[in-house]
């Protein structure tokens, strides 16, 4: 049974960094675009990033962009997802997708979901 498993999520200041990750039980992870989408409370699911099979192409939301950054460790089936300069807006619960395809708009078109991490920022 293929399992993504996120960590990483927690309490953080405004300005603050977290790291997230999510390791994937996926026998051929190499092949996967992998990426991260996230939920407000009372808000749509929405995406965040996206990162290639190869890890060679990343994309981003606007709301992300040149604050956070998506990379992928192919050696230990394992996605990534460094977040700096966090404000209150980022608060979410974060979830991990894994996917043969993917959007540049959209993310990764998910055949696997992980269970999330909350991040909450606040003061």
């Known amino acids: 049974q293929v399992q993504l498993v996120e960590s990483g999520g927690g309490l953080v200041q405004p300005g603050g960094s977290l790291r997230l990750s999510c390791v994937a039980s996926?026998?051929?992870?190499?092949?996967?675009?992998m990426g991260w989408f996230r939920q407000a409370p009372g808000k749509e699911r929405e995406f965040v990033a996206v990162?290639?099979?190869?890890?060679?192409?990343?994309f981003y939301a606007d709301s992300v962009k040149d604050r956070f950054a998506i990379s992928k460790d192919n050696a230990k089936k394992t996605v990534y997802l460094h977040m700096s300069s966090l404000n209150p807006e980022d608060t979410a619960v974060y979830y991990c997708?894994?996917?043969?395809?993917?959007?540049?708009?959209?993310?990764?078109?998910?055949?696997?979901w992980g269970q999330g991490t909350q991040v909450t920022v606040s003061a």
């Open positions: 996926l026998p051929t992870f190499e092949i996967y675009a």
């Open positions: 997708a894994g996917g043969q395809a993917f959007s540049h708009e959209r993310g990764v078109i998910a055949e696997y």
């Open positions: 990162i290639s099979a190869s890890g060679r192409s990343t």
